[in-house]
T-cell receptor, first 112, second 114 residues
Framework: GENVEQHPSTLSVQEGDSAVIKCTYSDSASNYFPWYKQELGKRPQLIID?????GEKKDQRIAVTLNKTAKHFSLHITETQPEDSAVYFCAVMNSGYSTLTFGKGTMLLVSP | DAGITQSPRYKITETGRQVTLMCHQTWSHSYMFWYRQDLGHGLRLIYY???????DKGEVPDGYVVSRSKTENFPLTLESATRSQTSVYFC?????????????FGQGTRLTVV
């Protein structure tokens, strides 16, 4: 099955700094790569996603880049704010199985 | 209300008891999923369903049973609860095909097995 590695497990930044979270995956047939944000005690919610035919996607302060050759993708958050503090999960979908495999999560702490 | 809801939100049960977690969605999404969330493990797939009467195992199915007689409901049953099944359980639904789409999560059920 799919193996998704996510790094780092925790990330502390100052407000206004950038944050980068990286994920690698094992199955070259995977074709959908979403990122979810989970605030403490809440449900995971999609913040951005990218498909295998696109190399980069931006939405205001967040962006995702995908390198299919190297089988890794990254979440970039610029001008971080305290409300960005949460656990972020990358996920990978293989169309052959129609399921999402999640990374273990990154706890991001943004200090004022 | 439209959306995906889980019940109960919190449950304490004893080892060996059967317990059922409920999940209901109002979007008529074809796909539904059950995940468990544990510290250090992220979200792990227990079972999923591509349509009514079609279910399949995920990464950690042992000790769990699912059914899907109606599109909108996807209950998860722990046949004989064990302490290792203490976890937060999330149900999710999606209308994706081969290209992927957003998965919408319920608010979660925190289950404690004592």
């Amino acid at each position: 099955g799919e193996n998704v590695e996510q790094h780092p497990s925790t990330l502390s930044v100052q407000e206004g700094d950038s944050a980068v979270i990286k994920c690698t995956y094992s199955d070259s047939a995977s074709n959908y790569f979403p990122w979810y944000k989970q605030e403490l005690g809440k449900r995971p919610q999609l913040i951005i996603d990218i498909r295998s035919n696109v190399g980069e996607k931006k939405d205001q302060r967040i962006a995702v880049t995908l390198n299919k050759t190297a089988k890794h993708f990254s979440l970039h958050i610029t001008e971080t704010q305290p409300e960005d503090s949460a656990v972020y999960f990358c996920a990978v979908m293989n169309s052959g199985y129609s399921t999402l495999t999640f990374g273990k999560g990154t706890m991001l702490l943004v200090s004022p | 209300d439209a959306g995906i809801t889980q019940s109960p939100r919190y449950k304490i049960t004893e080892t060996g008891r059967q317990v059922t977690l409920m999940c209901h969605q109002t979007w008529s999404h074809s796909y539904m999923f059950w995940y468990r969330q544990d510290l250090g493990h992220g979200l792990r797939l227990i079972y999923y369903s591509a349509a009514a009467d079609i279910t399949d195992k995920g990464e950690v199915p042992d000790g769990y049973v699912v059914s899907r007689s109606k599109t909108e409901n996807f209950p998860l049953t722990l046949e004989s609860a064990t302490r290792s099944q203490t976890s937060v359980y999330f149900c999710a639904s999606s209308e994706w095909g081969d290209i992927g789409a957003e998965a919408f999560f319920g608010q979660g059920t925190r289950l404690t097995v004592v």
